[in-house]
């Protein structure tokens, strides 16, 4: 299983970005997937999550109603609009996946893994 983060890059605060995850080797349709962030010397973070079959989605209170995640079925893909950025948000985020349907905060009920993509804002 493959996962492939793109989209990050330098932007300015209050810009908008979208994050994309396509993943290979597993149809995600049914699987719960996440983004999470880390940023410098702090602990991976949860972002936002999305669930299987029922798409029920959650975020972290620190992006709620500025993020918002959505799975294409068809293209296999996870996405991620980030609108209203804050230098705070700067941080290497990445996708990640669950064998199971329900999506969970916790980075390490997640077996599946992309690289990362680093998303920098500035003031």
């Known amino acids: 299983v493959q996962l492939v983060e793109s989209g990050g890059g330098l932007v300015q605060a209050g810009d908008s970005v979208t994050l994309s995850c396509t993943v290979s080797g597993r149809t995600i349709s049914t699987s719960a997937m996440g983004w999470f962030r880390q940023a410098p010397g702090k602990e991976r973070e949860f972002v936002a999550g999305i669930s299987g079959v029922s798409s029920l989605t959650d975020y972290a209170d620190s992006v709620k109603g500025r993020f918002t995640i959505s799975r294409l079925n068809a293209e296999n893909m996870v996405t991620l609009q980030m609108n209203g950025l804050k230098p705070e948000d700067t941080a290497v985020y990445y996708c990640?996946?669950?064998?199971?349907?329900?999506?969970?905060?916790?980075?390490?009920?997640?077996?599946?893994w992309g690289q990362g993509t680093q998303v920098t804002v500035s003031s």
């Open positions: 990640a996946g669950r064998v199971y349907g329900q999506a969970r905060t916790n980075p390490a009920d997640y077996i599946f």
